[in-house]
């Protein structure tokens, strides 16, 4: 049986196939390479096109013996959902429709899906369990929110069973150092930090100083990549077990604050960053920290890799000895 992982040369993606990869799992990787790479695809069989092709989908389940899906192909970047919404809905949601109606065809019933603590909003109660209330400030937390809801139905109307991983800032990159973060254009607080240091990007711009926090600036849980990676494995694990559908926050129980994210990057770097203020962002709750007790409970999970230095030390192996990431 093989695994189909869509979004599979992208960030996190790449890190769960090469886990896969290494158990001696048989992986098929689909991936549109808007934000993929195929250096990143660690040996797996990889199928470039849009998880919204049904034929396309047709033709990888016909030819090959695929049990399940991890889905991380989504558009995930918060300013941009609010600006353009449209973009969100139809790639997030309705092409994640296509894909499980295909599945439905195939008779493949088991999912993981990669979703988000965007679904929250901004949260009531810190650290944010499960059950805590959805209420997204934004198109992308909805989006993510509107597949939890459809996956939670198709089990009763169909039987497919999936699970649901709701983590927030993904980080670091994979301690061999072979893979890595490489978005082009890049979003994501650390790799722009580091960018800074590596005297490719002239200044990082702080989006809010006035936030409700101790140091005013946001708060967010960063979990490392290859912990989220193994958790999307014992997904697999739990579902091929048997398990119903069921959602798992995946966070290290803290947050740190976006100065906090500076002052840790100088340390590793030995480099002075530059930073500016800037406006908050539309869309953008103050703190965000995800409690994984029932992830470490159900699954047995738990970050392997939970200190924010040594996160930003696997991102900087990574970036410091790929300087244009993946390209040369």
């Given at each position: ?158 039987g497919l069973r999936s699970i649901s991983f709701r983590y ?161």
């Amino acid at each position: 049986m093989a695994v189909l992982v869509t979004g599979g040369l992208g960030y996190v993606g790449s890190h769960a196939v090469k886990m896969l990869m290494e158990r001696g799992e048989s992986v098929v990787t689909l991936d549109d390479l808007v934000f993929g790479h195929t250096e990143a695809s660690s040996g797996s069989e990889i199928v470039i096109g849009d998880i919204g092709d049904k034929e396309l989908l047709r033709k990888i389940f016909s030819n090959h013996t695929i049990d399940s899906v991890m889905h991380f192909a989504a558009f995930a970047d918060v300013g941009e959902s609010v600006a353009d919404p449209q973009k969100y809905y139809i790639t997030n949601v309705s092409k994640s429709l296509a894909m499980l109606e295909v599945m439905l065809e195939f008779g493949i019933k088991m999912m993981i899906f990669s979703s988000s603590a965007a679904t929250f909003g901004e949260p009531t109660q810190i650290p944010i369990p499960e059950d805590h209330p959805k209420d997204p400030t934004n198109p992308y937390g909805r989006s993510k929110l509107m597949l939890e809801e459809i996956l939670k139905e198709y089990e009763h109307a169909y039987g497919l069973r999936s699970i649901s991983f709701r983590y927030f800032n993904a980080s670091g990159a994979d301690p061999s150092g072979l893979i890595g973060e490489d978005h082009k254009p890049e979003h994501h607080i650390i790799p722009l930090v580091l960018e800074v240091a590596m005297g490719r990007r002239e200044k990082f711009s702080m989006f809010g100083t006035d936030w409700p926090t101790p140091d005013g600036t946001c708060i967010r849980d960063y979990v490392h990549v290859t912990d989220l990676a193994r958790a999307h494995v014992l997904g697999l694990d739990a579902l091929r077990n048997g398990k119903g559908t069921a959602v798992y926050n995946l966070g290290n129980g803290s947050g740190y604050s976006n100065r906090q994210v500076i002052a840790t990057a100088e340390e590793v770097t030995g480099k002075k960053i530059n930073v500016v203020d800037a406006p908050r962002r539309p869309g953008d709750p103050a703190v965000l920290v995800a409690s994984s007790k029932k992830a470490v409970e159900e699954l047995g999970w738990s970050p392997k890799y939970p200190d924010l230095k040594t996160i930003i030390e696997t991102a900087w192996n990574w970036h410091s000895n790929h300087p244009n990431g993946y390209g040369k």
